[in-house]
Structures are given as structure tokens and as C-alpha cells.
């Protein structure tokens, strides 16, 4: 009976120290509240256990980096609805954490920096047009985080980063810019397919212009082959007629086997053919070739 004494004041003696003490986690910082006296304490505690009276409080507060994301619907610059996943990465100010707490509370994202950070985000996206808003995205972030940096000066907050998670743009927008982008790839191609055929018709005009060439060259060739052939005959006439003398053309009309006489008189310009037949061959031969005179005279 004394045991079970013992041990249930033993229990009521840690319940009672346990309420009497409270720990402030790594990451956070404690102010201490005294309800009966001054009220809530300026000293910032640090991680620890601090012992602290039954009606006594401390209050915690988490200064580690933390994300928020919110979808803002916003209207860009030609009056298209842009939604973005907006995130950002913020925290309490360790140093002034009584001056949060006196002045905003623990709820200061809901109360403070949502409501910027949605009024920053449409303000500055109201300044691109819509198509652009996916490639600016990076821009248009830090230009948030400036504008949201600026809103929250002196509210005992601090910003790292915003950063634009998802953009979605309207849905007929996104119709017509794939409808731009087709009609931007079918001109793309057509502008191809014309550099192809004027490379083809470029290719086909010097083919030609070649073959032109190889003909009228070798029309020039054929053309001064002629004209040295013509030039090399004419002279050749020109000097076979030089050697064709009147003493030259006597002399080829007796020469051959199969030549016939000619006995032209000294008075008569009549010329006498002799042309022996073949019966009066043998005695052709024989008979004594007379000069015109002697035909004259009668002998």
C-alpha cells in the first residue's frame, strides 16, 4: 500500500515538473509569457529546457526556412488568364521574434505574406503578354521576389527565393499557338521546299550552260579544222597551178601506155586524134610517127 503511495506521488511529481518545463526544439526560438506580471517577455530563448511556473506560458516559434506554394490567377498584358504555382521560401527573423509576435502573430504567412505575395505575382505578370509568360518565367520570379522583399520590410520577415513552379495558359490561347506554331512549320517547310527547287533549277541551268559550252567548243574545233583544211587545199591548188606549164601538160599528154596522139599541123589549128585499134596494133608499132609537116607535104 505505502508502494503504490510512493509511486503515484512519484508520478504526480513528474507530471508536475513536466508542467513546469517546456523545450524549445532546434530551428526555433521561445518567448516566455508571465499572464500574472509583465506580460510577454523582448528575450528570445534558444533550443533547451527552460523551467517555468504552472500559470506561466512560452511560446514557440519555428525560424528554419520553410516553402509556401499558392496558384495565383493572374491576367497578363493582353488580358489572358495566366495561372502560376507560385513558390517561396521564407522565415521569421530569429533576432525579432518578439517584435513578430507583438505586432503580427504566429499566423503571419496567412495574414501577411499570402496576400502579398498573390498581389505581387498579378502585378507583375499584368506586364507580359501571355505567350511569353513560360520563357519569362525566371524574370518574372525575381521581379516577385523584389516587389514581395520590398511589401515585407520591417514585418520582421525574411525571403529567400521565389520561384514560378507551373505555369497553365488558357485554353484557346494554347489552341492558337499551336495553330501559329503549324502554320509557322508548313512555312518553314515551303520556304525549305522553295531553297531545294531553286538549288534544282541552279544545279539544271549549269548542267546546261555546260553543255552549251562543250558544244559551241566543238563547233569552234570543227569550224578551225575546216578552216585549216580549206586554207591547206586552196594553197595546195595554188601550187599545183604554178607547176601546170604548157611544156608540163605536152609532156603528161604523151606519157602513159594508154595515151592518144595529137598531130596538130603547123598551118591548121585543127588537131588530127589518132586512137589505133587493136588490128593495127602491131603494125602501129612499126610505122614511123610523121610530124605534122610531113602530112602537109604529102609524104
Known sequence: MRSSAKTALLVAALLFLQACGTSVQPGQRGLRWYPLTEGLTTETLKSGFYWRAPWNQIYTYDVQWRSYTETVDALSSDDLLVILKTAIVMRPTPE??????????????????????????????????????????SEIASKVQAVVVEKLKGRHLEVASVAMADIELAKVVLDAVERKQAKEQEKEQKEFELIIAEKDAEIARRRAKGEGDAIRIRSEGEAEGLKIRASG??????????????????????????????????????????NPGTDHSAASSHNEIRTGSDVHSGR
Request: aromatic share 10%; glycine share 2%.
Open 96 to 137: 525579432e521574434v518578439y517584435f513578430l509576435a507583438q505586432e503580427i502573430g504566429s499566423d503571419f504567412y496567412p495574414r501577411v505574406v499570402k496576400p502579398e505575395l498573390q498581389a505581387a505575382v498579378r502585378s507583375v505578370v499584368s506586364n507580359y503578354p501571355m505567350v511569353s509568360v513560360p520563357e519569362k518565367s
Open 233 to 274: 587545199q586552196a594553197k595546195a591548188q595554188e601550187t599545183i597551178a604554178k607547176t601546170l606549164t604548157p611544156e608540163y601538160l605536152r609532156f603528161k599528154l604523151y606519157d602513159g601506155s594508154n595515151s592518144k596522139f595529137v598531130l596538130l599541123s603547123d598551118r591548121q589549128n585543127v588537131p588530127i586524134l589518132l
